[in-house]
């Protein structure tokens, strides 16, 4: 499925999110397949967002956007329960991906990137907000609802104007979801890969318990 050029720029005047017109839509690829833990590993255009120590035995990378419902439902239920067993711990190193499936999702990406900087800490808490009022600035009144959080986390209108217009900003995080598309055949989300190995979709604690604690025993 290709989204057309004339189908985005309509979608963006409905949104209120026309300053994006530059955002490229990607092909999504049906296959899928697991990949070596060097290729998930590797950092394209934008610096990892990740808790958790560098030299943990484990490394779960999630690619999740952040207009999914279901990637909000694994934030809220299950993303908790692995922070406070294995990455608070020190087990597991989490790296957050950004895969925005539509303008929207790319919007609040930017975002998070623009509020946190270089700090994971904070990037991982205005996610976890964004993710938590997902009904309100994904059904209605984006840019407003976009604003408000963004001031809410210190940022000034014109700050928050900045950064939904950050061109560069955008163009690497589409170069960062090309490559998960093309190389790692990520087509969905939420999309995870354990130390390499792919698991697709809203996956729970239990299972993941489960492929933890064998990989530790190993």
Known sequence: MIITRRAFTAALSLTGLSLLAGFSPLRLITEAMAQSAADVAKPVSLPDMALGPADAPITITEFASMTCPHCAAFNADVFPKIKSTYIDTGKIRYVFREF??????????MLSRCIAKDDAGKYF???DMLFKQQGDWVMKNTTETLTRIGKQAGLSQQAVDDCLKDQTLLDKI?????????VLKVNSTPTFFLNGEMI??????????KRIKALLKS
Do not use: C, M, R, Y
């Open 100 to 109: 925005p499936l539509d303008i929207k999702a790319a919007a609040g990406s």
């Open 125 to 127: 808490a205005v996610t």
């Open 174 to 182: 589409v170069a960062d979801q090309k490559f998960a598309n093309e």
């Open 200 to 209: 697709k979709g809203e996956t729970s604690f239990e299972e993941f318990d």
